[in-house]
């Protein structure tokens, strides 16, 4: 019951953002192709089940940048606009096309890379990969990326433990009021 409910919410906060926010991310597509002309990053990163899903977002980096986890990046990568989006997060707004195609949850673990063998070593250990990965979550809020995987999937764990609709709007709301910094890339 509970996963039906946090799918209809998934499906109609996805929806309804979309639609309102659409004259915005259609200003940021346009922002983004004048700037560098790839507005759309897609990324094949780990699913539920460890299923390979294609992740959608703004671009914040240079379109030649090698495809590892943002920690791994070096922060002259970054664009001028997508500093701004990155530290805005709506840079992920894009991946709520994935949640309305049910690649995602709203709230859940972080998605990794295939290449991210500490990361995906961690969450075997915790079966993180049970569920559908999110947008934002515990780890998320609590600025914790996959530069460090077992704490990483200890919190995705923790999460997982406790999870409420009650903290599914709670991570979303900590992350509309700005919870969380992101991944970081390196100096």
């Known amino acids: 019951m509970r996963n039906n409910i946090i799918t209809f919410f998934d499906c109609f906060i996805a929806i309804t953002t979309l639609v309102m926010l ?5 200003c ?7 700037d560098h002309g790839s507005p759309i990053f897609i990324q094949v990163r780990m699913g539920k089940n460890k299923k390979p899903f294609s992740l959608i977002k703004f671009r914040t980096m240079k379109p030649d940048t090698e495809s590892v986890a943002s920690h791994l990046v070096a922060t002259s990568s970054i664009t001028p606009v997508g500093r701004v989006l990155r530290k805005t997060k709506l840079d992920e707004l894009p991946q709520l096309i994935n949640v309305l195609k049910r690649d995602m949850s709203l709230v ?18 915790y079966e993180i990969y049970s569920v559908l990965p999110g947008i934002t979550g515990l780890a ?12 990483l999937a200890e919190m995705d764990k923790k999460m997982l433990a406790g999870f409420s609709i009650r903290q599914y709007f709670k ?17």
């Open 108 to 125: 859940g673990p972080r998605p990794n890379l295939f290449n991210q063998i500490d990361v995906i070593k961690a969450r075997e250990e």
């Open 140 to 151: 998320q809020v609590n600025n914790i990326d996959m530069s460090t995987p077992i704490h």
């Open 28 to 34: 940021i597509y346009i922002i983004i192709f004048f």
């Open 171 to 187: 991570y979303i709301f900590m992350t509309i009021f700005g919870a969380g910094r992101g991944d970081a890339a390196r100096p």
């Open 22 to 26: 659409s004259p915005i991310l259609f």
